[in-house]
């Protein structure tokens, strides 16, 4: 289960930006190895500071083996020719690293392994990034001999689908019935820097075309937006911005909201943060009524659905079919080198169409 983590206690944020603004992939910086700790020695008393208030720590690891070990005993059922399944997780910057995986998983002598996003849509710097890691343990035989394939998105699986709806469904139930169709439904996404943006990353569509995707399952009941938060330094961002559309629909008399986090599975610093702390009680503070949706966290729907993803993706793979949602290691873009790269720019260029 590849994803970003965080850090578990307070103690690890310094590291844990540390290994983020080091990750080429993510941010790329001139000089690199000497701006990256700088940056994050400047960053992490703010940043342990927000990690104290929402309890000490990211609590995304928690989470992550929670829905691992509920995905496995389901998965033993949905696809027994590959019982007994074990989830491992896979971190890019806090523990447990990629690295120390990759050690447990040749110690415990693993010969078939799915790499398998834990970003429902894929970005080369979020899924792109955790793949290339992967990569280069692999390559540098810290893995042992293992039989790997690749999900790499599945922000439109029906089962994802359906775990957000009924979220946004529940905190509908906060309001008024008389006033529940015109809550303003609120996605929010980590936003990604124009520059990503412009290169032709996938991620923006994707997270689109999620939300379309719960807009058509709730049969457009309400209405709604998709803006971008976590903004980090000074360059361009994908916008409209959460905090800039609070405040437009605060002026527009558009009072009652509900934030819908749409690009996380688990809640974390940007949730219980940025979206609990500081976006509501900035509403609260322009009198609206704003809600959130809870994140996925323990929600059986949302395990189920991560079953049900791997266990078509191994049903593909046994019949030589890679599927819709996967590709096969060892199919590497030409341009960034990323495994499972979506940015058309570089896929054309190798076609001669650019
Ligand atoms: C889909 C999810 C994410 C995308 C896309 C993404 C892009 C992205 N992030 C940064 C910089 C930072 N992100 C930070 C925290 C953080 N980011 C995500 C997810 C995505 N990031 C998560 C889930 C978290 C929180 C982890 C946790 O608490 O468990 C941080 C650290 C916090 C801070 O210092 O503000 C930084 C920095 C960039 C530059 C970027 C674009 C490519
Ligand atoms: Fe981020
Ligand atoms: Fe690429």
New binding site residues.
Partial sequence: MLN???PSTVAETHDF?KN?FMDGD??PLPFQRVLAPLIAKR?TPR?EKQYEEIGGG?P?LRYTEYQGAGMCALLDELHPETAPHKAYVAFRYANPLTQETARRMKADNVKRAVAFTQ?PQY?C??TGSSLNELFRRGRAGEMGDVEWSVIDRWGTHPGFVEAVAQNIEAALQQFQPSDRSDVVLLFS??S??MS?VNRGDP?VLEVSTSVNAVMDRLGHSNPYRLVWQ?Q?GPSAWMGMQTGEAIKGLARLGKKQVILVPI??TSD???TLYELDLEYMREGRELGMDIRRAESLNESPVFIRALSDIAAQHLRDYSAGKSGPMSVQMGLRCPGCKNATCGQQKHWFARAGQS
């Fill in positions: 970003m983590g965080g930006l983020l993510l941010i960053r940043i990211s995304i970003y970005s710097s979020t996404a980590h990604l820097p990503v991620y976590s980090v690009a996380f974390h610093i940007e």
